[in-house]
């Protein structure tokens, strides 16, 4: 590895600029002495050319020297960090600089514009999850609403029923509320690190709302639930943990058959809490099950129009911020179960 040179570029133009004026200096003082002591310039003296010929020639080996050495170690690498920049004002966030540079400033500078292109590829990671995740969970909340509308247009029905889709719906106006900012943060979990908040809340209690919201759903394709949902007191992130909830349970509507069974049981012990969501609906093959966490990925091509592949996705990395695990179990007819763990974190923190 190279030695550095530790200083700073201001004294190594100041060092540079003083050498030239003193190689300067110093071969006019020189040339001026030879010329009057050895009266160079006399037409009688043979050969009187020489001595400046020498001294003009070793002045322009030093001048080239020094010319070299300043576009060499400074003025490349700066011209090297001008046309990276460029690139970066282009959009495009995966060039770097090699950081093994001479010069300690340089190397310094290049580390900088390294960091600095990391976090603005951070950020435009971020943006794009941001709004290609946002759009997908939208949907489901937003549908959900649209069906209680068409149900609150029947004129037959009673107050009581009335004032419950209407609370269902503001439930899913403050969900759409609360997914922007929700989103947003997962993806700075994901991206930058930031931490859980945790609170105490009734985790079954939780799933029942989940499950009276998505009721329009179930309801047009007539399931049957069976629910065991005993009283289970958690403490995690109360508004991620819910859309872990929608997203295992609106999937599992989707692909269930007309006239089927889901069944949601919740277990807890010492460890964690257990919760597994079963449907008797297509399922899917192996290969299938062994990528659907991943984003943005479909196997059904009929059904691309329902979502763009990010729900199960966003589901396992939430559980994995909890320091839990998600797995599925699926055959082709024979339905798929979710089974996902989580631990009791604040029991081991």
């Known amino acids: 590895m190279r030695k550095k040179f530790f200083s700073q570029l201001w004294i190594y133009f100041a060092g540079i600029t003083f050498l030239m004026m003193v190689v300067v200096l110093t071969v006019f003082v020189g040339l001026l002495f030879l010329v009057t002591h050895f009266e160079l ?3 009688e003296r043979e050969g009187h050319l020489f001595p400046l010929y020498f001294i003009l020639f070793l002045s322009l080996i030093i001048g080239a020297t020094l010319s070299f050495f300043v576009g060499k170690r400074i003025l490349q690498p700066i011209g090297n960090l001008r046309q990276a920049m460029s690139k970066v004002a282009q959009g495009d966030f995966t060039i770097q600089l090699q950081e093994n540079q ?7 500078l290049y580390h900088a514009f390294n960091v600095m292109v990391t976090e603005l590829n951070s950020i435009e990671t971020l943006r794009n999850d941001f709004v290609s995740t946002i759009s997908h969970e939208f949907k489901t909340p937003i549908a959900t609403i649209k069906g209680y509308v068409q149900l609150l247009q029947n004129e037959q029905l009673p107050p009581e029923e009335r004032q419950v889709y209407l609370e269902r719906m503001l439930d899913g106006t403050h969900q759409l509320t609360y997914l922007t900012d929700n989103v947003l943060k997962l993806s700075k979990l994901e991206n930058q ?3 859980l908040d945790f609170q105490t809340f009734r ?25 065991d949902l005993p009283r289970t007191i958690y403490i995690g992130n109360e508004e991620f943990l819910y859309q872990v909830w929608l997203n ?33 609906g297509i399922g899917m093959t192996e290969e299938v099950a062994n990528r659907v966490f991943d984003k943005f990925y479909q196997s059904d091509t009929s ?7 990010l729900g199960l996705a966003l589901a396992k990395q939430i ?18 179960q979710f089974k996902l763990f989580l631990p009791n974190i604040a029991k081991n923190s």
């Open 41 to 43: 310039l006399s037409p």
């Open 102 to 108: 001479s010069l300690e400033d340089v190397d310094e």
């Open 193 to 195: 690190g930031v931490g």
């Open 203 to 227: 985790l079954d209690e939780q799933i029942r709302e989940v499950i009276l919201f998505l009721q329009p759903k179930w309801e047009q394709l007539n399931l049957t639930l069976d629910l």
């Open 248 to 280: 295992l349970m609106d999937n599992a509507i989707k692909y269930s058959y007309k006239n089927g069974n889901i069944h949601v049981h919740l277990t807890q012990n010492d460890q964690g809490v257990i919760l597994a969501i079963s449907d008797e």
């Open 303 to 309: 059904r691309k129009r329902t979502g763009n592949g």
């Open 319 to 336: 559980v994995e911020l909890h320091q839990g695990t998600i797995e599925v179990k699926s055959s082709p007819d024979q339905g798929s």
